[in-house]
């Protein structure tokens, strides 16, 4: 075995070694590892921006593009809004652990089970917060983890786990080594750690849309499960009774970030009324210091921007005849995050609905709120985009189970 999956290997059995530390840790105990990485983060942010601080000027060294760095930062601000998150994290009910479901003859009674999954592996680049997003998120739904993440990001990383996230555990009578990050920045780390079905069964997948969905793959050889946010790309549709100012703020607040998967990607507009609202489109894309790809064009019409290292500030736009031709488009021709419909009729907006069969959908509202933290108030591990059952959208606490039937005296 090479060094590199030696090394993740080693990770993932101090994890489920672990792992039964926290998966008997009652609610209290949970609580208040979760409120102690808040505490140790806001007490130590000098410490922890210092590291991210370092990690920017190396990347900015080596060429990062400007989206990029957006997701490398940990601004105060930032840093603020992530200790929020760790507190309302904390707020939040448990899952019950034990459901009743039905009676059964003989005076048996059906109960569902909802246990831990183990551990849990993550993979994630230039996202330092993400370390913090997915940590909370196994020690609220008790499962131990392993986190990978790029060269970019492993300094802010390793920080954070070290002055935050294991002081926490430990302050909390909970064995710090339930969550590990894995201390090595070769990309062979990720492959490794999606090969290793007995220790890491489930991994979360996030990042670049070649590189998760090869991951996934290989995943699958090896017989690990995964929840894989590879693509993005929001869809607005302008309808024909659309509001012009409503378009132009909608258009505007949906491209606050540009590095990130749920802005405004692909903007279709009704041909009837292109004319009118495009004067508002465009005031709102040069406020923003965002180019329009107009036709004809020379990419796939849903090419996600946001991967796009040399032309992160653009926004492809399309013409369309109707509802339904934006309604296919949307379907067949984009990753299925997130479409929204700016209209005034409330009949096309439920055609819009009824029609799309992506993960989140928005009327007279931007895409930008498909997001863990702004619809549910909890961090988010990823968004999943499954045409299957199972976790599909924003993927939390609530979701990082399995099932178990029990069969009891009734």
Request: net charge negative.
């Amino acid at each position: 075995m090479d060094e590199v999956a030696k090394a993740v290997e080693e990770c993932a059995r101090a994890a489920k070694a672990a792992a039964p530390s926290l998966a008997a840790a009652g609610d209290d105990a949970v609580d208040a590892a979760l409120v102690g990485m808040a505490e140790r983060l806001v007490a130590h942010r000098d410490v922890v921006l210092e590291a991210n601080r370092a990690d920017v000027a190396k990347a900015t060294a080596d060429g990062m593009s400007a989206g990029l760095l957006d997701r490398l930062t940990i601004t105060p601000e930032r840093l603020d809004g992530m200790a929020s998150q760790l507190r309302l994290l904390a707020g939040a009910p448990h899952q019950e652990r034990s459901v009743d479901v039905s009676t059964l003859d003989g005076g048996l009674r059906l109960v569902e089970r909802r246990r831990p999954v183990g551990v849990i592996g993550a993979n994630y680049e230039a996202r330092p917060n993400v370390t913090v997003d997915v940590a909370s998120q196994l020690v609220k739904s008790r499962n131990g983890g392993v986190l990978r993440t790029g060269s970019a990001a492993l300094g802010s990383a390793q920080r954070l786990r070290d002055v935050v996230i294991a002081p926490a555990l430990e302050a909390a009578g909970i064995n710090p080594d339930v969550v590990q990050l894995v201390p090595r920045v070769e990309r062979e780390a990720a492959s490794a750690l999606v090969r290793l079905p007995g220790l890491v069964p489930l991994v979360i997948l996030r990042g670049s849309g070649d590189s998760t969905r090869a991951l996934a793959t290989e995943a699958a050889v090896h017989g690990v499960r995964t929840l894989a946010h590879a693509d993005g790309g929001g869809v607005l549709y302008v309808d024909v009774a659309a509001d012009a100012d409503k378009v132009r703020d909608l258009v505007f607040s949906s491209l606050d970030r540009l590095g990130v998967c749920n802005r405004l990607n692909l903007l279709l507009i009704h041909e009837d009324v292109h004319d009118a609202v495009w004067p508002q489109i465009e005031s709102a894309l040069a406020e923003r210091g965002v180019t329009p790809s107009l036709a004809p064009h020379e990419h796939p019409i849903g090419y996600e921007w946001a991967l796009d290292s040399e032309r992160e500030a653009t926004v492809t736009v399309e013409k369309v005849g109707g509802l339904v031709d934006a309604v296919e488009i949307a379907n067949e021709r984009t990753s299925g995050l997130a479409a929204g419909i700016a209209t005034e009729n409330p009949a096309a907006a439920e055609q819009f609905f009824d029609g799309y069969t992506g993960t989140g959908v928005f009327w007279n509202a931007p895409t930008r709120l498909l997001d863990g933290f702004k619809l549910l108030a909890v961090p988010e591990t990823g968004i999943n985009l499954d045409r299957v059952p199972g976790p599909r959208g924003p993927v939390t606490y609530t979701d990082l189970y399995v099932r178990q039937y029990a069969v009891v005296p009734a």
